[in-house]
């Protein structure tokens, strides 16, 4: 249970319920999206550095068989439970759906402080969690296809690759088990700044909205807008740096062990550096320390972005946030209590649903990647450079005139894997905060953008239901 009387999973239905009351759709199929299809509860020993055996409590679930495989990623954290699990995956079909990935939703978690083992240990855990998802075919290309989330990476992908490769050798498609892998193991350029590039995409879209940025009373445009991060993991990090590189003004910034505000702006990149150089943001020069890593929520901003975990904003500290827009990176981050609170006091919530679909997306294109067995831009890239070349000599002869040399450098240039990858992702973001937009103002009585969003998933995974019929 959260500190409301809700748990994470019944805040996602109560989200549901509310925007299902804006479709067309009867109350068989809604019940048929909202449902859990396939919860697998897990407990198996491993033995520690110690010589001891510790028994580990995991999950997968798998929310929506709508479009196959699932994703999701897979969440290492003491405070993992069954629950959890289960409304992370639900997001993860709304998420989908939302951004045009075609996939089911599904999560994982395994109940540990990942912080509290050996990094040998950790693989032990990880490779017998991938045993336990192949025994019951919970894991496959085809079937369900993990990712990082919370307290996972790069490392414990590839040490999922490795052990589905090793439990089915000759699976030709085996590297597309898993993704958010490194790039030598068949991981996509572009995958691990994606959650964070796709954040700064989405709410970048909204700030250039003129109609919407005169109602909040704002300029349109990301620079100078004074932006809050809280949590500079890999979500926060890197929506720091988009929006620090496009001259926003980062004011406060919030870690597990406090906050830090520095109104002239704080240099996310350096802050980070002082963390790993001191094992803490707080006494970082020039800004002030704020005891609590709830206090930078509740300063003045334009834009709030909870990038750590769930219920950290609730009906407690709702009223107290000062924020005019509040970005969604991490999951869940708001509860019910605290979304009619910002309702009526005018905030926008741009929601997780599909502000943080950047991961996703750029995990479908690393799949796409695996299954097609070749990188992004091998084939065109020296084609289309040698097809501008010819444009721009001809240009040059017809014209008389020499095209300034840094802008022949840049037309010329054929795409790279990021390109191809960055530019996927920013037109997904736009199409899906545009999308939910329209939804929104074409329905005025729908109270908010969250429920917009929900409105226009429960379409998209009804008509697909609904098309599919039910077998038997
Ligand atoms: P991460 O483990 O890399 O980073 C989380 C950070 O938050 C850590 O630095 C941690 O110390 C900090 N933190 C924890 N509790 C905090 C608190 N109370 N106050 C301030 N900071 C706190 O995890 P991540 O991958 O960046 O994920 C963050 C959130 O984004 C999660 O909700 C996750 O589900 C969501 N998300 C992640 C991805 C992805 O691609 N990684 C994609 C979509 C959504």
Redesign the pocket.
């Known amino acids: 249970m959260s500190s409301n009387h809700y748990s994470f999973f019944e805040s996602v239905q109560k989200s549901f319920d509310k925007a299902a009351s804006f479709t067309k759709w009867d109350k068989g199929i809604l019940e048929q999206i909202k449902a859990c299809n396939s919860v697998y509860q897990m407990k198996f020993p491993v033995k520690m550095d110690t010589g001891q055996i510790e028994v580990i409590e995991a999950y997968r679930v798998q929310h929506s068989h709508h479009k196959t495989p699932c994703k999701g ?1 897979i ?1 290492f954290a003491a405070e993992v439970n069954q629950d959890e699990v289960m409304a ?1 995956a639900a997001l993860m079909t709304y ?1 989908c759906a939302i951004v045009n990935v075609p996939f089911g939703g599904g999560k994982g978690g395994i109940k540990i402080n990942p912080k509290k083992y050996s990094a040998y240990e950790l693989e032990k855990i990880t490779r017998r969690y991938t045993t336990e998802l192949i025994k019951k075919n919970f894991i496959g290309p085809g079937t369900d296809v993990p ?7 790069e490392r414990e992908m590839a040490w999922i690759v490795d052990t589905y490769q090793t439990m089915k050798p000759g699976e030709l498609d085996a590297a597309g088990c898993v993704t ?1 892998k490194p790039i030598t193991q068949g991981g996509v350029r572009g ?1 691990r700044e ?3 590039r796709g954040v700064f995409y989405g709410i970048r879209e909204v700030l250039n909205m003129e109609d919407i940025m005169k109602k909040m009373g704002l300029p349109t445009g990301v620079k100078d807008k004074r932006v809050i991060i ?8 890197y929506t720091a740096k988009f929006f620090f590189e496009s001259g926003a003004k980062i004011v406060a910034l ?4 406090g ?1 830090i505000y520095n109104e002239d702006g704080l240099d996310y990149d350096a802050v980070f550096r002082h963390r790993k150089e001191t094992g803490s943001i707080l006494n970082f020069p020039g800004a002030k320390n704020l005891p609590k ?2 206090d ?1 929520l509740e300063l003045d901003c334009d834009v709030l972005i909870p ?4 219920n ?1 904003i609730n009906g407690e500290n709702a009223p107290r946030v000062k924020a005019k827009i509040i970005g969604e ?5 708001l509860t019910p209590e605290a979304d009619e609170i910002f309702a009526k006091k005018g905030v926008l919530v741009v929601p ?1 649903m599909f502000l ?5 997306t750029v ?1 479908y294109f690393e799949w796409l990647k695996n299954l097609s067995h070749v990188r992004y831009g091998r084939l065109e890239k020296r084609f289309t450079e040698n097809q501008n070349n010819a444009l721009l000599d001809q240009m040059e002869r017809l014209t008389s005139k020499a095209v300034d040399s840094n802008v022949r450098n840049n037309i010329l240039h054929g795409p790279d894997e990021e390109d191809l990858v960055y530019s996927g992702l920013e037109e997904t973001m736009i199409s899906a905060v545009n999308e939910v937009m329209d939804c929104w103002k074409e329905n005025p009585s729908i109270p908010d953008m969250r429920t917009a969003a929900y409105v226009v998933a429960i379409n998209k995974v009804a008509i697909s239901y609904s098309e599919l019929g039910i077998f038997p």
């Open positions: 990623g969440r992370l998420k990712a990082p989330d919370y307290g996972t990476g958010g995958r994606a959650t964070g809280q949590g500079l993991g890999n979500v926060g990090y919030a870690e597990y062990e906050s890593n709830t930078a990038a750590a975990l769930e950290v990176a991490a999951n869940g981050p997780d943080n679909a950047g991961g996703v995990s």
